[in-house]
């Protein structure tokens, strides 16, 4: 059954002009880009973006990180996409993803690995909501 899934292309991936490429793997695996915007956030948006994380120790790091440059927040369509999504993506740690995947292409470490995307339906409907509104969503 068709599903929607949220995803970014993080700072890393904006400033190494990785954007374009990782969007044409989104398409091939059959994705359908249902929206898709850049944006600048600051380290208050990100820290509302990530609050299940904000007790773990990595926190300041990764909404430093994310609020470093642009990102293209983005949502996709497509029959399971949410664990299609994170298949695609691969392991958090690009050392451990597997051959073919996102991360493995094009993240250089944990921290600053390329990609996100959510990891259930509950969080891909809380994160849709953080940064698209319904009328953007048609
Ligand atoms: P995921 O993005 O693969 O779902 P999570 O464990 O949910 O991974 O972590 C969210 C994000 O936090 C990761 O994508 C990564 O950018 C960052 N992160 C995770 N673990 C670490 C770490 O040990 N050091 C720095 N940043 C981390």
């Known amino acids: 059954m068709s599903q929607r899934t949220f995803s970014i292309i993080k700072p890393d991936a904006v400033k190494k002009g990785h954007a374009g490429a990782i969007l044409a793997e989104i398409e091939k695996a059959g994705f359908k880009i249902v929206s898709i915007k850049k944006v600048s956030i600051s380290k208050a948006q990100a820290e509302g973006f990530y609050y299940v994380h904000k007790e773990r120790p990595f926190f300041g790091e990764l909404t430093e990180f994310m609020s470093s440059g642009p990102i293209f927040p983005m949502v996709l369509e497509k029959d399971n996409a949410i664990a299609d999504l ?53």
């Open 86 to 138: 994170r298949k695609l993506m691969g392991a958090t740690n690009p050392a451990q993803a597997e051959e073919g995947t996102i991360r493995k292409k094009f993240a250089a470490s944990i921290g600053e690995n390329a990609i996100h995307g959510s990891d259930a339906e509950e969080t891909a409907a809380f994160e849709i909501g953080y940064f698209f509104a319904g009328y953007e969503l048609k």
